[in-house]
């Protein structure tokens, strides 16, 4: 090889160099984020905006704190950007000081109306694998607080809360006031949610520490928060209105 053409190679890998470093200080990208996701934007609920989100209710017997899942699940929702949403240590200051326990469901319409709340979130945790690769099951029902509860109507809501199964209930025998019900189990070992993942975390830059995406699969509370996120984008991409609704739907 002459010197010459030494000399050109040189000069064109200084400046392949010179132009990444440039690139990299004014913070420019050659190409999109991978797995970023577009925000949701349209609000599927008219007329609610102010929510309650009340204790989860452990249904997997590992005895999971329902108050960080309502914790999260409130947090992901508010970071929606369509709702004013209530921290859940507000509805739960609104629960002790009531003396109700909010994983009732007429308990938890009764706080979310004290609260002044449009709507509230009532919520399950229908299984759950502790250790890697986690599972958890989150089966949730969003209500009006202009929901008249019948004793039926309670029964139908626990009866999602507890099974996480598909809605044969979007039909006459779903309680009146039911907004939205979504449920699904997250399986940290199968490929989509393993994509959903990274996806999540590609919103989160620098917050998922040195295990980068794999943090929201392999640490619980990361993890609860993730599913949280993944179900209410269900919830509100893809969840079909309660009002009219006659016919079954897998969630």
């Not at 010459?4 to 392949?16: E, G, K, N, P």
């Not at 004290?114 to 958890?136: C, H, M, Q, S, W």
């Not at 919103?203 to 179900?231: H, M, S, V």
Request: with cysteine; proline share 5%; aromatic share 8%.
């Amino acid at each position: 090889m002459s010197w010459v053409w030494r000399r050109r190679t040189r000069a064109l890998i200084y400046a392949a160099i010179m132009l990444s470093l440039l690139v990299a200080g004014c913070g420019i990208r050659l190409w999109p984020r991978r797995g970023a996701e577009e925000p949701i934007t349209e609000n599927p609920f008219p007329g609610i905006r102010h929510i309650a989100v009340a204790e989860f209710r452990d249904w997997s017997g590992y005895s999971i704190d329902g108050w960080k899942v309502a914790d999260y699940f409130a947090s992901e929702l508010s970071q929606v950007g369509l709702y004013d949403v209530m921290p859940a240590m507000q509805t739960r200051a609104a629960s002790l000081s009531a003396g109700l326990d909010s994983r009732d469901p007429k308990n938890a319409l009764a706080i979310a109306k004290n609260l002044k709340a449009d709507a509230v979130v009532i919520g399950g945790i229908t299984t759950f694998e502790p250790y890697v690769p986690k599972r958890v099951g989150l089966s949730v029902v969003i209500l009006t607080t202009g929901a008249d509860l019948s004793d039926e109507g309670v029964e139908v809501i626990m009866e999602l809360e507890r099974t996480g199964k598909a809605m044969s209930v979007f039909s006459p025998s779903a309680p009146e006031g039911m907004l939205a019900y979504g449920s699904r189990v997250f399986d940290a070992a199968q490929n989509e949610v393993v994509d959903e993942a990274k996806a999540y975390a590609a919103g989160r830059k620098g917050r998922q520490g040195p295990l980068g995406w794999r943090a929201y699969l392999e640490i619980t509370d990361e993890f609860l928060r993730f599913a949280c996120n993944r179900l209410i984008r269900r919830m509100l991409t893809e969840q079909p209105s309660m009002k009219g609704a006659t016919a079954g739907r897998e969630s």
